[in-house]
Antibody, heavy 116, light 108 residues
Framework: EVQLLESGGGLVQPGGSLRLSCAAS????????MSWVRQAPGKGLGWVSG????????YYADSVKGRFTISRDNSKNMLYLQMNSLRAEDTAVYYC?????????WGQGTLVTVSS | SYELTQPPSLSVSPGQTARISCSGD??????AYWYQQKPGQAPVLIIY???ERPSGIPGRFSGSSSGTIVTLTISGVQAEDAADYFC???????????FGGGTKLTVL
């Protein structure tokens, strides 16, 4: 059974940093692209970032480019999202998702709140 | 920037057919995907590559494509189908992945 378990969310002040982690299991992690998708409270879904299976290719939404960094550790079946220079508009539930072009499995999400 | 446009809401009675549209200029050249999200839950993939249904998704869910419009059809709507539905596509020209704004389906 595929499982994606996010952690690392919480309350952070504007301008601060946070690192999200996603522990993957139930599939051969190293052979799949992975991504992060977020959802602001009461809003729709927004793609944040994607990463190729090897980690060699990364992709970012314009709204986070230069502030967020996606990475993975295939030896530990872990996906990460380093978020710097956080803004109020980054407040959202962040989902770890399996896939690059589309997402067949989703974690339950971790809430990031950016507020003073 | 590339956008996918969905109606914000749709109401149907149980047993009727619900059709949710999603329009986008790149859809003739890119696959579309559909997700169902119930309150407090993560989204679930219900249609991939325009028309394919993942295992475990009921047969009453189907997808179709025609030009710049893709459509999710729910035949014989049930009360449990009340949810938000999001279309999604990918655009190699950037942004790489885009979601529609979502359609809230109400089952009367």
């Amino acid at each position: 059974e595929v499982q994606l378990l996010e952690s690392g969310g919480g309350l952070v002040q504007p301008g601060g940093s946070l690192r999200l982690s996603c522990a993957a299991s139930g599939f051969t992690f190293s052979t799949y692209a992975m991504s992060w998708v977020r959802q602001a409270p009461g809003k729709g879904l927004g793609w944040v970032s994607g990463l190729s299976a090897s980690g060699g290719n990364t992709y970012y939404a314009d709204s986070v480019k230069g502030r967020f960094t996606i990475s993975r550790d295939n030896s530990k079946n872990m996906l990460y999202l380093q978020m710097n220079s956080l803004r109020a508009e980054d407040t959202a539930v962040y989902y770890c998702v399996k896939g690059g072009d589309y997402f067949d499995y989703w974690g339950q999400g971790t809430l990031v709140t950016v507020s003073s | 920037s590339y956008e996918l446009t969905q109606p914000p809401s749709l109401s149907v009675s149980p047993g009727q057919t619900a059709r949710i549209s999603c329009s986008g200029d790149a859809l003739p050249n890119q696959y579309a995907y559909w997700y169902q999200q119930k309150p407090g839950q993560a989204p679930v993939l219900i249609i991939y590559k325009d028309t394919e249904r993942p295992s475990g998704i009921p047969g009453r869910f189907s997808g179709s494509s025609s030009g710049t419009i893709v459509t999710l059809t729910i035949s014989g709507v049930q009360a449990e189908d009340a949810a938000d539905y999001f279309c999604q596509s990918a655009n190699s020209g950037g942004p790489y992945v885009v979601f529609g704004g979502g359609t809230k389906l109400t089952v009367l």
